[in-house]
């Protein structure tokens, strides 16, 4: 079993910044890639961002390039994501996932459906005011 923990949610004003963390624990021996996904209210569940488990790709939604940067720490089984810039239209409770690779996984893929992955968050809300 892996457990997925975020923090580091909040209230910002726009133009401002804030910098979600999500913890990986349990499996973590196995390798895992890392996506974050974000839900507003009356919307799907929708693609943030991810990274592969070695951290040589990632990619970004079209809304949130150029503003938001995911990372990771493979030592930490940590996943960041670096939000500048921030806008009202990024209000949301944003979750992060993980899918595990397995020990073996040599490749550096990073994974952007929601059905993708195994593990979820429990989520973080994020309000940015005008």
């Known amino acids: 079993q892996v457990q997925v923990v975020e923090s580091g949610g909040g209230l910002a004003q726009a133009g401002g910044s804030l910098r979600l963390s999500c913890a990986a624990s349990?499996?973590?021996?196995?390798?895992?890639?890392m996506g974050w996904f974000r839900q507003a209210p009356g919307k799907e569940r929708e693609f943030v961002a991810a990274?592969?488990?070695?951290?040589?790709?990632?990619v970004a939604t079209d809304s949130v390039k150029g503003r938001f940067t995911i990372s990771g720490d493979n030592a930490k089984n940590t996943v960041y994501l670096q939000m500048n810039k921030l806008k009202p239209e990024d209000t949301a409770v944003y979750y992060c996932?993980?899918?595990?690779?397995?020990?073996?996984?040599?490749?550096?893929?990073?994974?952007?459906?929601?059905?993708?992955?195994?593990?979820w968050g429990q989520g973080t809300q994020v309000t940015v005011s005008s």
């Open positions: 996932a993980a899918k595990i690779l397995g020990t073996r996984y040599s490749g550096s893929d990073y994974y952007t459906g929601r059905h993708e992955y195994d593990y």
């Open positions: 349990g499996r973590t021996f196995s390798r895992s890639a």
């Open positions: 990274v592969s488990w070695n951290g040589d790709n990632s």
